[in-house]
């Protein structure tokens, strides 16, 4: 129930070991202080229905249906999760790429991953930007377009090199 007072005007109590949120001389919420930087915690009774359904979730289970929708998705799905100081701030991302796979179908997703993982871009942003500009459907192996020649009488080219080294060399 503490979600519910997100905005809501609180006090804290922080002691070495414990931070206590009061609100109207009342404590609603404690836990353990964890020291040092960037670091949390979070009780499942805390949080929102919708969010308790993602604390069900594991790495390994999600890592687990991923490998089950393609090779490309469980490598994405790992390396989110990997990226994180926390897998849990990865589970959001993955239960979205479940959802597009839903949306655009478990092929699509796929491709659309060993894009993105070629791109090196583990986030479901780039997934998503993928398969909305179906670019999931580019071979993945294109080409780089032909430059033309330039020419101008200023550009010598390569020739011109091998026949100034070749020359200096017979020298």
């Known amino acids: 129930m503490a979600y519910q007072l997100v905005h809501a005007h609180v006090e804290a109590r922080v002691t070495a070991t414990t931070v206590e949120v009061f609100l109207k001389g009342q404590r609603v919420a404690s836990h353990a202080r964890l020291l040092g930087r960037g670091r949390y915690s979070t009780q499942v009774a805390h949080m929102p229905r919708a969010h308790r359904a993602h604390a069900e979730w594991t790495p390994s289970r999600l890592i687990g249906?991923?490998?089950?929708?393609?090779?490309?998705?469980?490598?994405?799905?790992?390396?989110?999760?990997?990226?994180?100081?926390?897998?849990?701030?990865?589970?959001?991302?993955?239960?979205g790429l479940m959802r597009l796979g839903r949306v655009h179908g478990l092929d699509r997703l796929d491709a659309a991953c060993a894009r993105a993982e070629r791109l090196r871009s583990y986030s479901y942003r780039t997934v998503e930007h993928i398969l909305t500009h179906q670019q999931d459907r580019l071979p993945?192996?294109?080409?780089?377009?032909?430059?033309?020649?330039?020419?101008?009488?200023?550009?010598?080219?390569?020739?011109?090199?091998?026949?100034?080294?070749?020359?200096a060399s017979h020298d």
């Open 65 to 95: 249906w991923a490998d089950q929708t393609g090779h490309a998705t469980g490598r994405l799905v790992a390396g989110i999760l990997e990226r994180r100081p926390h897998p849990e701030q990865g589970y959001r991302a993955c239960l």
């Open 140 to 167: 993945l192996d294109e080409p780089a377009p032909a430059r033309p020649a330039l020419t101008h009488e200023n550009v010598r080219g390569a020739t011109y090199y091998e026949e100034v080294y070749a020359d």
